[in-house]
């Protein structure tokens, strides 16, 4: 009977594992599918524009530098400035993916790669249970001995203690590493952020001394 339960209870978390991976899996195509956009928009259409924005600046404190007084330098100083952060800002923007994007894309393809392989091992379960209702409807048709029934449960116990024993493993390996590939890339991202900061401060300040 406790043989029985086991193996209703594992059928069970297998199963519910099985949803599981079906579900992850889907949503890590979607997050690898986000990040791939993003590092191309940080390379592409986020580099341009920043770039193009400190191109304009640019071109204004040059223009301020035809007809310069004295009095107006700092203005004109301020906003050559100004176009360089902003071009200096387009270039963190074209290196960032390789901090934050590019290392969560490595986890995300190394676990869609775990996950292929899981589908497989849950159909290894499910014809082992299979196999043990087939065995004790026999038995209760008095087609099989109980001995035989009984080898056949114990060997499915065996299958569903390895699958669960796999499971387990499977979630506490998921938590360790992709905390650590989000912390990574969380912390990434502040610090891709605190330098554009810096840079703004840099430049804000330059008004302070007009």
């Given at each position: ?133 087939q065995c004790?409807?026999?038995?209760e048709e ?69």
């Amino acid at each position: 009977m406790g043989t029985d339960l086991d193996v209703s209870r594992g059928d069970q978390e297998v199963d519910q594992f099985g949803r599981f991976v079906k579900s992850m899996d889907d949503n890590m195509l979607k997050l690898k599918a986000r990040c791939q956009e993003h590092c191309e928009q940080h390379s592409g259409i986020f580099t341009k524009e920043y770039q193009k924005i400190g191109q304009v600046f640019t071109k204004l404190s040059e223009t301020f530098a035809m007809e310069e007084k004295s009095y107006a330098r700092p203005i004109t100083e301020a906003f050559g400035q100004t176009g360089r952060t902003y071009e200096t800002v387009a270039k963190l923007y074209e290196d960032q993916p390789k901090n934050d994007l590019l290392p969560l894309l490595d986890v995300i393809r190394e676990y869609l790669g775990i996950l292929s392989t899981y589908p497989d091992i849950v159909e290894v379960h499910k014809d082992s249970a299979q196999k043990i209702q087939q065995c004790k409807k026999l038995k209760e048709e008095e087609k099989m001995a109980e001995a035989d029934v009984t080898e056949i449960v114990e060997r499915g116990s065996v299958i569903t203690a390895s699958v669960l024993s796999e499971i387990n493993h499977f979630h506490s390996e998921r938590v360790v590493d992709l905390k650590g590939a989000m912390q990574n890339f969380l912390q990434a991202q502040i610090a891709f952020h605190e330098q554009i900061i810096g840079n703004l401060r840099e430049a804000l300040g330059k008004y302070d001394q007009c």
